[in-house]
């Protein structure tokens, strides 16, 4: 196991950063993470998880995980709080002040034996904080215990990279707080170790003794219910064309939403949906209340220094039985006009979000309409890149991309406007995003589709597909069905 920095080297960055994170890291192949946390986190409430499961290197070179976290951030509404070990230590009754806190740390130096996350924020953002940036309707929601937002600050993780195969444990405290001297950061690194070797060697050994994979019995579960029938959805879509026929929106994504009684295990759940539909953007977050499952394939928006990047997916299509049958509706996707002008249209949408906050000149398409292919649907996806504005803040880059433009519609306020009055019910963490936010200047946020909440014995999720002029009722509520069947698939155990 090696330890970075040396001595000599975090002394003489802590001269000038307020935070040096030290790592300890060792080579293991095919880690999978999921087992570790297993082990360490398991029965931690304020714990995560986030998987790259499949995916190219771009969006899937990195998995994290930690648990245990004391201090937190919570968001309902405009009341903000700010939590340590549960108690509550500040209150405001708007969200800026707490979305200060998250902001990239000014005194805080990159380092070159670290090129990515290695402390700061984790959590998530649901749909409605979208009204905390602009003046958008809100209504009641049928999750009451479930915040807006919910970030808890981390200074420990651990991080697998899927390319070197590194396995690393961070630790990045402030260099004022206790036990924050470089040998005691590496006193603990060498302890935790010692756990890890053990853990590792624990798990070789089960899967040495595992002779036949026994099927996995059905989770617990009470039936499966959307709030919106066919024809509910469908009169739906019929008015959001009339919105469109009128001018005021080119494009909306409308959802339904399915829940189910569940008194499983939610952390079994995320290992089946992983299974059932691995993605690039997985993840398990499990707070004290509820907890989140995820195998996202998109993200919102990726921050590493100076730089920014999006990558919108838009247009669906449903995975063939057969090769043929696959790759012809793959090439028909790809060659469809009306999905090929509604992922154009989102593209500009994404392009004129990031020039608000980007340098003049600097926002460029990388990668357009490329697909990629998860187990139920393949997509339509893009890359859009651009260089940051000096003094741009966490706040700042929330208020241009939040939430994504391939969930709402185009224009973005507009829609949001219509999804209240269309949708029954607030869409909560669905289509809001989680990630985390770096001490240093680095984000990565997912859009949370593919997901499920479990809450209060409830398994709950929404799917929904994006209306154009000449959509049919019929393809768009069977588009909802295709993304819904993972989901599906993960609660039913078929």
């Known amino acids: 196991?090696?330890?970075?920095?040396?001595?000599?080297?975090?002394?003489?960055?802590?001269?000038?950063?307020?935070?040096?994170?030290?790592?300890?890291?060792?080579?293991?192949?095919?880690?999978?993470l999921s087992k570790v946390f297993q082990e360490l986190f398991l029965q931690s409430k304020n714990s995560f998880l986030f998987e790259s499961a499949m995916g190219p290197e771009e969006t899937a070179r990195y998995s994290l995980m930690g648990g245990g976290y004391s201090k937190t951030i919570e968001i309902k509404g405009q009341r903000a709080s700010l939590f340590h070990e549960d108690k509550l230590i500040s209150e405001w009754?708007?969200?800026?002040?707490?979305?200060?806190?998250?902001?990239?740390?000014?005194?805080?130096?990159?380092?070159d034996y670290l090129p990515h996350f290695w402390g700061g924020w984790v959590g998530l953002i649901g749909y409605e904080a979208g009204a905390w940036?602009?003046?958008?309707?809100?209504?009641?929601?049928?999750?009451?215990?479930?915040?807006?937002?919910?970030?808890?600050?981390?200074?420990?993780?651990?991080?697998?990279?899927?390319?070197?195969?590194?396995?690393?444990?961070?630790?990045?405290?402030?260099?004022?707080?206790?036990?924050?001297?470089?040998?005691?950061?590496t006193s603990e690194i060498k302890q935790v170790w010692k756990n890890i070797y053990r853990i590792l060697h624990d798990i070789e050994e089960r899967q040495k003794s595992v002779i036949v994979s026994q099927p996995l019995a059905p989770l617990p579960s009470n039936g499966l219910k959307s709030?919106?029938?066919?024809?509910?959805?469908?009169?739906?879509?019929?008015?959001?064309?009339?919105?469109?026929?009128?001018?005021?929106?080119?494009?909306?994504?409308?959802?339904?939403?399915?829940?189910?009684?569940?008194?499983?295990?939610?952390?079994?759940?995320?290992?089946?949906l992983r299974k059932v539909n691995p993605s690039p953007f997985s993840g398990y977050l499990n707070f004290q209340n509820f907890s989140l499952v995820s195998s996202s394939p998109e993200r919102l928006v990726k921050v590493h220094e100076h730089n920014i990047e999006t990558r919108p997916i838009?247009?669906?299509?449903?995975?063939?039985?057969?090769?043929?049958?696959?790759?012809?509706?793959?090439?028909?996707?790809?060659?469809?006009?009306?999905?090929?002008?509604?992922?154009?249209?989102?593209?500009?949408?994404?392009?004129?979000?990031?020039?608000?906050?980007?340098?003049?000149?600097?926002?460029?398409?990388?990668?357009?309409?490329?697909?990629?292919?998860?187990?139920?649907?393949?997509?339509?996806?893009?890359?859009i890149k651009g260089d940051l504005k000096q003094g741009v803040c966490v706040y700042d880059i929330l208020k241009s991309v939040f939430p994504g433009g391939t969930i709402t519609g185009c224009p973005k306020i507009r829609c949001m406007e219509i999804i209240s009055e269309l949708e029954p019910v607030m869409r909560g963490p669905?289509?809001?995003?989680?990630?985390?936010?770096?001490?240093?200047?680095?984000?990565?946020?997912?859009?949370?589709i593919r997901s499920i909440v479990v809450c209060d014995e409830i398994a709950s999720f929404h799917v929904g597909a994006g209306i154009v002029a000449d959509s049919d009722p019929k393809k768009e509520y069977q588009e909802t069905m295709d993304k819904a069947a993972a989901m599906i698939q993960a609660l039913s155990n078929q």
Do not use: W
């Open 314 to 383: 838009a247009g669906t299509r449903p995975r063939g039985q057969e090769d043929d049958e696959d790759q012809a509706l793959s090439k028909e996707l790809l060659l469809n006009p009306k999905e090929r002008a509604e992922h154009l249209m989102l593209v500009d949408l994404e392009r004129n979000d990031l020039g608000r906050i980007c340098k003049a000149g600097s926002v460029f398409v990388t990668d357009f309409m490329f697909l990629e292919k998860y187990s139920h649907v393949s997509h339509i996806v893009s890359n």
């Open 227 to 272: 709030n919106l029938s066919e024809a509910d959805y469908s009169e739906r879509v019929e008015k959001a064309k009339s919105y469109i026929q009128e001018g005021d929106i080119y494009q909306a994504n409308l959802a339904q939403r399915f829940e189910t009684g569940f008194m499983g295990n939610s952390f079994e759940l995320y290992s089946r």
């Open 93 to 111: 009754d708007q969200p800026g002040p707490a979305l200060d806190l998250l902001n990239f740390e000014k005194t805080v130096l990159s380092v």
């Open 1 to 32: 196991m090696d330890i970075l920095p040396d001595k000599n080297t975090f002394i003489k960055l802590a001269a000038s950063s307020t935070r040096v994170p030290v790592c300890g890291q060792e080579k293991i192949r095919d880690l999978d």
């Open 133 to 185: 940036f602009e003046s958008l309707p809100v209504k009641n929601s049928p999750e009451n215990n479930l915040p807006d937002f919910l970030f808890m600050e981390v200074e420990r993780l651990f991080l697998y990279d899927h390319v070197t195969e590194d396995f690393k444990f961070i630790l990045s405290p402030n260099k004022d707080g206790a036990g924050s001297s470089y040998d005691e950061l």
């Open 430 to 448: 669905y289509s809001g995003s989680f990630g985390y936010i770096g001490f240093g200047q680095y984000m990565d946020l997912n859009i949370i």
